[in-house]
């Protein structure tokens, strides 16, 4: 049997980057262990730390790249893994009512049964809560 891992969304480490209010609960995540991110989700924090806040991805790169060295393992999306995620979104978003991006249903899709997920966005959470999956609710971004 696996261990289980605990899975970070954009959003988790975004708020490392930022210095926002979820950092300090997301580096006890980290400081714990068994930790995951899907490939999807580490373009997201590339795409939204530039976008957002215009942060250079080099200095982007400088915080987070050390981090999967260790302690979070990355996981990469293959075709199953792809299918899954695929299959997830068109059962649970809704432009207006649950605006799930599909990297986070590509990391709902890659929890598997013991897993968990840690996360700021309250679509995700509930998603996650539907599927059973257990969840970490991290305090919302400035």
Do not use: Q, W
Request: a negative charge; charged letters at 25%.
């Amino acid at each position: 049997m696996e261990k289980p891992l605990t899975l970070l969304d954009a959003n988790a480490l975004i708020a490392v980057i930022r210095g926002e209010p979820a950092m300090e609960p997301v580096l006890a995540i980290l400081r714990r262990g068994s930790v995951a991110m899907t490939t999807a989700n580490i373009a997201e924090v590339y795409d939204r730390s530039h976008r957002r806040t215009g942060l250079p991805h080099e200095r982007v790169a400088e915080v987070i790249e050390p981090l999967f060295e260790a302690p979070i393992a990355p996981i990469l999306v293959d075709v199953d893994l792809a299918r899954r995620a695929g299959e997830l979104r068109s059962r649970h978003y809704h432009r207006k009512r649950r605006s799930l991006a599909l990297a986070d249903c590509v990391l709902l899709a890659a929890a598997g049964s013991n897993d968990e997920v840690a996360s700021s966005d309250s679509d995700v959470l509930a998603v996650a809560a539907e599927l059973g999956i257990e969840t970490i609710e991290l305090p919302p971004s400035r």
